[in-house]
């Protein structure tokens, strides 16, 4: 019984806790780099306007429910979904696949941004400069990123060991804060460069010349697809972390700490690095779109044309290590949680069970950069793969399924039960009923289906 009842006897010790447990799983690398180039992309504002629209109805929605999933009851991901229909067990095992394939390939990414952050602390920062030759060699090896990412596993392992308040809610309350530190004083920073307010007019006013209705259809599916990233939506890791959140805190006004902490830090992070590349670039609105480069390749040159460039580049490679981290910690906890709960271990069993497997896992997308660059998969290589696989397809599926789930099967009576356990009224309940019943899928086929029909 001890062995059954582990996996949740020690749920957050506080809101707080909780609060800033669940916003540092969703401030990760999506908000740090993917956020600022999807915004420079498409239409600067417009792009903010959307995505700030989708958050406060489709994120608010979505990660309410997960969450309330979990809370209600008490179960990692596969067994939650399976308490509320027995048909729908598929579904737990489905959305526990996710951050199966996510967590390795994640910490490999974080293994690539301590190399970087070591780089600069050393200071060296200027060696990561140029045509991408620094990150394109660095990967293609094998001895370096494979130490690199075991380094960030380990980390990651050690905290998720220590627990849910004596590991994650202990370390989310000393990062995250420093974190928010960070990401102000890079900003102000790079706001004050000189030629940075044309930076800050091409991010923050909409920009609709050009604007077809292929490309509003791309914008809303980007910003869709960015919630995803940023709020940690159909990974399992919100359940996990419902199911111990404390029944007393109100989940509606968590929920809104969360999102509104998350879209500010995404916020923040585009007003780094949009006027920073801006000024570097002379305003050439193509060195912003230069996708996961922009982190590796086009930042470093940005960090040493800058006066004090090495401090900054330290500084935003700790910033950025910081949100890899509190992501990966719970993602692992997810995996562990739900190893914990089917196969009644210990948290250290469970975490060192998980740690082969990320370490398995993990080595392959290494790998696909150097010794087996040849090996594609769809013509993608292997992390790419595995990035596609579980963003572009599992993840709007889980989240679909979810929505059928408690808006059509369950009733979203069942959300609003768990949200009245700690407030004496729901007032979401209107838009959380749409969202779920209606909206939300069509949004979910709209994801699916906007990558076949833009290509046609």
Request: charged share 15%.
């Amino acid at each position: 019984m001890a062995k059954q009842t582990e996996a949740k006897e020690k749920g957050f010790g506080s809101k707080l806790g909780f609060v800033l447990a669940a916003a540092g799983s969703a401030v990760g690398l999506g908000n740090i780099w993917r956020f600022p180039y999807l915004a420079a992309k498409y239409g600067g504002g417009f792009f903010l306007i959307i995505y700030i629209i989708l958050a406060v109805t489709f994120g608010f929605t979505l990660m309410l429910t997960e969450i309330a999933i979990g809370r209600r009851t008490g179960k990692s991901v596969i067994g939650a979904y399976r308490s509320i229909d027995k048909r729908f067990g598929f579904l737990g095992w489905l959305a526990a696949l996710v951050p199966v394939i996510i967590t390795p390939y994640y910490c490999v990414i974080g293994g690539w941004v301590l190399k970087y952050l070591v780089t600069f602390i050393s200071g060296e920062g200027e060696t990561s400069a140029g045509d991408g030759s620094f990150f394109t060699g660095f990967i293609g090896e094998v001895g370096q990123p494979t130490g690199f990412f075991f380094i960030f596993l380990g980390i990651t392992a050690v905290v998720v060991m220590f627990g849910v308040k004596k590991g994650i809610e202990r370390i989310s309350k000393l990062m995250m804060p420093v974190l928010v530190v960070l990401t102000i004083g890079i900003a102000i920073y790079t706001m004050t460069l000189k030629g940075s307010g044309e930076g800050l007019k091409y991010y923050l006013l909409p920009d609709l010349s050009g604007f077809t209705f292929g490309m509003f259809l791309k914008t809303i599916a980007a910003a869709m697809g960015q919630l995803f990233y940023s709020m940690s939506i159909a990974m399992g890791i919100l359940v996990t972390y419902g199911s111990y959140m404390r029944k007393e805190d109100s989940l509606e006004h968590s929920v809104r700490q969360i999102e509104l902490f998350d879209t500010a830090i995404a916020v923040l992070a585009g007003l780094i690095i949009v006027p920073a590349v801006f000024v570097f670039s002379g305003g050439d609105k193509a060195a912003l779109d230069a996708g996961p480069g922009l982190m590796f390749i086009t930042l470093p040159k940005v960090f040493d044309s800058m006066a004090g460039g090495q401090i900054i580049g330290t500084a935003f490679f700790v910033l950025v290590a910081l949100a890899a981290l509190t992501s990966s910690i719970s993602l692992m906890e997810t995996v562990v949680s739900i190893i914990m709960e089917k196969f009644r271990l210990r948290r250290i069993q469970a975490c060192l069970i998980t740690f082969g497997i990320c370490l398995v896992l993990g080595m392959l997308s290494v790998l696909g950069y150097s010794a087996w660059d040849s090996v594609k998969l769809f013509g993608m290589q292997l992390l790419d793969f595995f990035d596609f696989i579980s963003n572009n397809l599992m993840m709007p599926v889980v989240a679909m399924l979810t929505c059928i789930l408690i808006g059509w099967i369950a009733k979203t009576d069942y959300i609003e039960m768990e949200v009245l356990e700690s407030q004496k009224k729901f007032g979401s309940r209107g838009l959380v009923n749409v969202m779920l019943r209606f909206v939300c899928i069509v949004c979910m086929i709209i994801i699916l289906v906007t990558p076949f029909v833009t290509e046609i």
